[in-house]
């Protein structure tokens, strides 16, 4: 079973970056694609970012240009740099990872962005 914990969320000022990583355990690494996700109050769940394990990468709209995804494959790790900050990036992020040629995917327990100055 694949479980994945984020971390680096908390109170950044508008304009602020903050980056969010997530380590993946109980798995083959290589064997997914990794992303993040975002649902902020009130709001469905949207894509923030997603890698692939040769790391090509695409993106929501409301992100393009302001986050960078990465992983490294080494350390079972995908991160999302988080740029210029707006109020409207609020919400939990959550890290996703889906298991290649299956349906198969799995949820973090997600982390809080929360952009207020």
């Known amino acids: 079973q694949v479980q994945l914990v984020e971390s680096g969320g908390g109170l950044v000022q508008p304009g602020g970056s903050l980056r969010l990583s997530c380590v993946a355990s109980?798995?083959?690494?290589?064997?997914?694609?990794m992303g993040w996700y975002r649902q902020p109050p009130g709001k469905e769940r949207e894509l923030v970012a997603m890698i692939t394990r040769d790391g090509n990468t695409n993106y929501g709209d409301s992100v393009s240009g302001r986050f960078t995804i990465s992983r490294d494959n080494a350390r079972n790790t995908v991160y999302v740099q988080t740029n210029n900050l707006k109020p409207e990036d609020t919400a939990v992020y959550y890290c996703?990872?889906?298991?290649?040629?299956?349906?198969?995917?799995?949820w973090g327990q997600g982390t809080q962005v929360t952009v207020s100055s």
């Open positions: 996703y990872a889906k298991r290649l040629f299956t349906t198969i995917t799995y």
């Open positions: 109980g798995t083959d690494f290589s064997m997914y694609r």
